[in-house]
Protein backbone atom coordinates (compact mmCIF):
# COMPACT_ATOMS: atom_id res chain seq x y z
CA UNK A 1 0.00 0.00 0.00
CA UNK A 2 0.96 3.59 -0.85
CA UNK A 3 -0.11 7.15 0.27
CA UNK A 4 1.26 10.04 -1.23
CA UNK A 5 0.10 13.49 0.17
CA UNK A 6 0.18 16.86 -1.35
CA UNK A 7 -1.13 20.07 -1.31
CA UNK A 8 0.94 21.78 1.24
CA UNK A 9 2.90 24.81 1.20
CA UNK A 10 3.82 28.32 2.65
CA UNK A 11 0.61 30.32 3.47
CA UNK A 12 -0.18 33.33 5.51
CA UNK A 13 -1.78 32.94 8.64
CA UNK A 14 -5.55 33.33 7.81
CA UNK A 15 -5.47 31.98 4.43
CA UNK A 16 -6.43 28.21 3.66
CA UNK A 17 -4.82 25.23 2.48
CA UNK A 18 -6.62 21.66 0.74
CA UNK A 19 -4.24 18.67 1.51
CA UNK A 20 -4.47 15.22 -0.53
CA UNK A 21 -3.85 12.01 -0.66
CA UNK A 22 -4.19 9.15 -3.22
CA UNK A 23 -4.51 5.97 -1.69
CA UNK A 24 -3.05 2.80 -4.10
CA UNK A 25 -2.23 -1.00 -3.80
CA UNK A 26 -5.43 -2.34 -1.85
CA UNK A 27 -9.00 -1.44 -1.23
CA UNK A 28 -9.57 2.12 -0.20
CA UNK A 29 -12.73 1.53 0.94
CA UNK A 30 -11.81 -0.77 3.67
CA UNK A 31 -9.77 1.29 5.73
CA UNK A 32 -11.00 4.67 8.04
CA UNK A 33 -8.71 7.16 7.14
CA UNK A 34 -6.55 10.12 9.49
CA UNK A 35 -4.88 12.82 9.20
CA UNK A 36 -1.63 13.95 11.56
CA UNK A 37 0.89 16.33 11.76
CA UNK A 38 4.00 16.88 13.35
CA UNK A 39 5.59 20.01 14.24
CA UNK A 40 9.58 20.77 14.64
CA UNK A 41 10.64 19.22 17.96
CA UNK A 42 6.79 18.24 19.00
CA UNK A 43 5.34 14.52 19.14
CA UNK A 44 3.22 13.49 15.73
CA UNK A 45 -0.18 14.70 17.10
CA UNK A 46 -4.16 13.27 15.29
CA UNK A 47 -6.04 15.92 13.78
CA UNK A 48 -8.94 14.70 11.77
CA UNK A 49 -10.20 10.93 10.95
CA UNK A 50 -12.80 9.92 8.93
CA UNK A 51 -14.89 6.09 8.74
CA UNK A 52 -14.72 3.99 5.17
CA UNK A 53 -17.92 4.95 3.96
CA UNK A 54 -17.13 8.94 4.63
CA UNK A 55 -19.96 8.81 6.94
CA UNK A 56 -18.44 9.75 10.47
CA UNK A 57 -15.91 12.23 11.33
CA UNK A 58 -13.86 13.25 13.98
CA UNK A 59 -11.49 16.50 14.87
CA UNK A 60 -8.88 17.49 17.43
CA UNK A 61 -9.89 20.25 19.37
CA UNK A 62 -7.55 22.24 17.92
CA UNK A 63 -8.53 22.21 14.40
CA UNK A 64 -12.34 21.54 15.03
CA UNK A 65 -14.36 24.26 13.18
CA UNK A 66 -11.85 25.02 10.85
CA UNK A 67 -10.87 21.98 9.28
CA UNK A 68 -13.28 19.36 7.22
CA UNK A 69 -11.86 15.73 6.75
CA UNK A 70 -13.24 14.28 3.44
CA UNK A 71 -13.13 11.39 1.27
CA UNK A 72 -14.03 9.91 -2.39
CA UNK A 73 -13.66 6.47 -2.40
CA UNK A 74 -14.07 6.45 -6.64
CA UNK A 75 -10.58 8.26 -6.62
CA UNK A 76 -8.74 6.37 -3.65
CA UNK A 77 -8.78 9.87 -2.07
CA UNK A 78 -8.82 11.79 0.95
CA UNK A 79 -8.73 15.13 1.81
CA UNK A 80 -8.06 17.66 4.96
CA UNK A 81 -9.14 21.47 3.98
CA UNK A 82 -7.83 23.67 7.31
CA UNK A 83 -8.85 27.23 6.91
CA UNK A 84 -8.04 29.94 9.28
CA UNK A 85 -4.50 28.70 9.42
CA UNK A 86 -2.55 29.84 11.82
CA UNK A 87 1.51 29.98 12.68
CA UNK A 88 1.01 27.02 15.07
CA UNK A 89 -0.27 24.96 12.59
CA UNK A 90 3.09 24.31 10.69
CA UNK A 91 3.83 21.16 10.42
CA UNK A 92 4.68 17.99 8.33
CA UNK A 93 1.19 16.28 7.71
CA UNK A 94 0.53 12.57 7.49
CA UNK A 95 -2.72 10.75 5.93
CA UNK A 96 -2.59 7.09 7.67
CA UNK A 97 -5.10 4.09 6.71
CA UNK A 98 -6.23 1.51 9.46
CA UNK A 99 -8.91 0.96 12.02
CA UNK A 100 -9.73 4.00 13.43
CA UNK A 101 -13.14 4.10 14.87
CA UNK A 102 -14.27 0.93 16.43
CA UNK A 103 -10.22 0.74 17.89
CA UNK A 104 -7.37 2.21 16.76
CA UNK A 105 -4.93 0.29 14.56
CA UNK A 106 -3.22 2.09 12.39
CA UNK A 107 -1.67 0.01 9.16
CA UNK A 108 -0.15 2.55 6.95
CA UNK A 109 1.41 6.23 6.85
CA UNK A 110 2.03 8.39 4.08
CA UNK A 111 5.43 10.52 3.70
CA UNK A 112 3.66 13.57 4.58
CA UNK A 113 3.50 17.28 2.89
CA UNK A 114 4.66 20.37 4.35
CA UNK A 115 2.34 23.26 6.01
CA UNK A 116 4.15 26.48 6.71
CA UNK A 117 1.84 29.24 8.23
CA UNK A 118 3.64 32.69 8.44
CA UNK A 119 2.40 34.82 11.09
Known amino acids: VQLQASGGGLVQAGGSLRLSCVFAGSTFSSYDMAWFRQAPGKEREFVAK????????YYAESVKGRSVISRDNAKNTVSLQVNRLKPEDTAVYYC?????????????WGKGTQVTVSS
Open 50 to 57: ISRAGVTT
Open 96 to 108: AAGVLFAAIRLDY
